[in-house]
């Protein structure tokens, strides 16, 4: 081949020498690519193995457990979400179990024995998990439809319609239903008719995180989390906001980057509302006022699990952090379950429990974050988070299995 036929144009002769002995350089380069010092240049086998060990999810470690956790019972909701991502909890009230599945309706549990109580059968994908209050249960599904139960007998009272998909459970309180649908509106429904009173809706950035969690009630207030790093408070009365609050800024380069979602319910304990973002962010806010109270630097967007004197939290990297309540300082990481692909945090007893996408459930200390029990409550993930109620942990994985725990 020419060497005119590389430089085109009035290229002068050293040039074209100079171009001829680097593709004299590169062809021997290409030709030594099996060679180990290539190899070397860049990055060898052993650098490749590293790396993707390090992708990969952390082996779980042995330890003497200090937690003896006993199974109570196991149940079938139905089929469950598998790969949606809608991440279904159940729901306890009035020492019952409330649990939907995409495919299998709505059923009732009995919470000490799992005893099947009623079950309400739907052609329905039944996305969201249940909400429980005032007397009744009330599930949305994956086509908008959103259905409400008589808590007692399984009943249905009404059915009403939003305009996207509903993947969390609906809050229920003051006469009112709360409905947040993925398309970053929140409907209020009048819980006895199920007539629409009002609906309030938020800008969605490009990207966000897939899954959001309830809305939280308040007295006169109705919290919600948003997948721009915002918490918002809406008047229940008419659902005009009052204020809005950045948990986590989304800034950053790429919409990758500025991911910074509330996808979590956010944890109200009196007047002090504690919410968690994606960007690993955490904040403590005066729900009346929107006033910060402190801020963290660690955070996920999963639902957070609150105890007597901490606030536990999951990041989106799989450590576990427990959180000073009046501080926010963290007080203990727990980073074994790295890359676990954790769920949100439930507090059980003296301990904080998060379950993993190996089906496992994981007790840990809440004075120093270390393991005290593990039990596996199946095969499939775990997605929700656990909820907790007379002593019983009861969690629902993503092929619609229902277990029930308590710790010792």
């Known amino acids: 081949m020419k ?41 060898g086998d052993g650098e490749k193995a590293a790396a993707k060990k390090a992708s990969e999810p952390a082996e779980l470690v042995e330890f003497a457990p200090s937690a003896t956790v006993s199974r109570l019972w196991s149940a079938k909701a139905g089929k469950g979400e598998n790969r949606l991502g809608v991440r279904q909890s159940p729901a306890i ?111 969605l950035p490009t990207l966000t995180v897939r899954g959001n969690d309830s809305p939280v009630l308040g007295p006169g207030f109705v919290f919600v989390g948003n997948d721009d790093g915002t918490l918002a408070a809406l008047a229940i009365a008419d659902g005009r906001q009052l204020w809005d609050v950045p948990v986590a800024q989304p800034d950053g380069r790429t919409e990758l980057d500025r991911m910074a979602d509330v996808d979590g319910t956010p944890v109200l304990d009196g007047t002090v509302l504690y919410a968690s973002s994606y960007k690993q962010a955490t904040l403590a806010i005066d729900a009346p006022s929107g006033r910060p109270i402190w801020g963290s630097d660690r955070g996920g967007s999963s639902r957070p699990g609150l105890a007597i004197d901490k606030l536990v939290v999951s990041d989106r ?18 980073p074994a379950l790295a890359r676990r692909g954790l769920g949100g945090v439930a507090i059980h007893g003296d301990y904080a429990v998060v379950g993993d996408f190996e089906g496992y459930l994981h007790w840990l200390r809440l004075d120093n974050g270390e393991f005290a029990a593990r039990e596996r409550a199946g095969r499939d993930a775990i997605k929700g988070a656990p909820v907790v109620a007379d002593g019983v942990l009861v969690v629902q994985n993503v092929d619609g299995d229902l277990t029930a725990w308590r710790v010792q």
Not at 26 to 37: K, N, Q, R
Not at 317 to 334: I, P, T
Request: proline content about 3%.
């Open 3 to 43: 060497l005119d036929s590389i430089a085109p144009g009035a290229a002068q002769p050293g040039r074209r020498i100079r171009a001829g002995r680097t593709l004299v350089v590169l062809a021997c380069v290409f030709a030594l690519a099996g060679c180990s010092t290539v190899r070397g240049w860049f990055g």
């Open 93 to 203: 009230a009035d020492g019952r179990v409330y649990a939907a599945a995409v495919d299998g309706g709505v059923r009732a549990f009995d919470l000490q024995s799992g005893a099947t109580v009623w079950q309400y059968a739907s052609d329905l994908r039944l996305s969201g998990g249940p909400g429980v209050g005032d007397g009744l249960v009330v599930v949305g599904s994956l086509q908008g439809e959103v259905v409400a139960l008589d808590a007692a007998t399984g009943a249905e009272r009404w059915q009403a319609k939003v305009p996207n998909e509903v993947i969390s459970a609906p809050a229920i309180g003051q006469g009112l239903v709360f409905v947040r649908s993925n398309d970053g509106r929140v409907t209020a429904f009048d819980a006895t008719s199920g007539e629409r009173r009002w609906f309030w809706t938020k800008e």
């Open 317 to 334: 990297n799989g450590s576990v952090w427990g959180l000073d309540r009046s501080s926010g300082s963290a007080s203990w990481e727990q």
